[in-house]
């Protein structure tokens, strides 16, 4: 495929288990980011993936959340112990980006998963 | 440091007339700037995009913004507002920080409702 794609695109589960969220992003693109949407709410950045580097886990609002991207493609993240509040879409970005801020690149978005925590 | 604020959370027009969707940015660095549209259970998408080139940006489907660096903005614009543009619409700001990350920072969106 084309685009980025994200897997599943609807989780509910119960309060308390752990999930996981795949996204595939675009062949080639070396940087890979994670967003959580809240209903009425922009994007809350979570993790930033960009080629060899340690990832960017600013984002991640507590220990329970978690990611890896593995052999610089695919990547999963983890919500241990899901809590209401984790309830959200969930979107994947990649791009072409490099260093300096002429050389980011236009991300493209995946359709996003979106989790309800019951 | 990093921010960015769209000062509407909703804008109604009707079709036909203009648009003017406002943001306003803070930075440490200089920045690169974007609009991204949201259509209704669809995914994000690149409306356009500033990074120190020209000031005025033209995108997709007639939109562009103007980056006025005196006054911090990026407003988009378009001339003619049509029925599909009915969208939400976020600004987006990555300036980097000293540790070399282009983490952007998106606003909370700009609903736009477009009347017939």
């Known amino acids: 495929g084309a685009g980025v794609s994200q897997s599943p695109s609807n989780k509910v589960t119960e309060k308390g288990k752990d999930v996981e969220l795949r996204c595939d992003p675009i062949?080639?693109?070396?940087?890979l980011y994670w967003y959580r949407q809240s209903l009425g709410q922009g994007l809350e950045f979570l993790i930033y993936?960009?080629?060899?580097?340690?990832?960017?886990k600013s984002g991640l609002p507590s220990d329970r959340f978690s990611a890896e991207r593995t052999g610089g493609s695919v990547s999963t993240l983890t919500i241990q112990r899901t809590q209401q509040e984790d309830s959200a879409v969930y979107l994947c970005a990649s791009s072409l980006d490099g260093v300096g801020p002429q050389l980011i690149g236009t991300q493209y978005f995946g359709p996003g998963t979106r989790l309800t925590v019951l | 440091a990093q921010s960015v604020t769209q000062l509407d959370s909703h804008v109604s027009v009707s079709e036909g007339t203009p648009v003017l969707l406002r943001c306003n940015y803070s930075?440490?660095?200089?920045?690169?700037l974007f609009w991204y549209v949201q259509h209704p259970n669809k995914g994000l998408q690149l409306l356009l995009k500033?990074?120190?080139?020209?000031?005025l940006v033209k995108g997709i489907n007639g939109f562009e913004a103007e980056f006025k660096k005196s006054e911090t903005s990026f407003h988009l614009t378009k001339p003619s507002a049509h029925m599909s543009d009915a969208a939400e619409y976020f600004c987006v700001v990555s300036a980097g920080t000293s540790g070399g990350s282009y983490i952007p920072t998106f606003g909370r969106g700009t609903s736009l409702i477009v009347h017939p």
């Open positions: 062949s080639g693109h070396t940087a």
């Open positions: 930075s440490s660095y200089s920045p690169s």
């Open positions: 500033y990074t120190s080139a020209a000031t």
């Open positions: 993936f960009q080629g060899n580097s340690a990832p960017d």
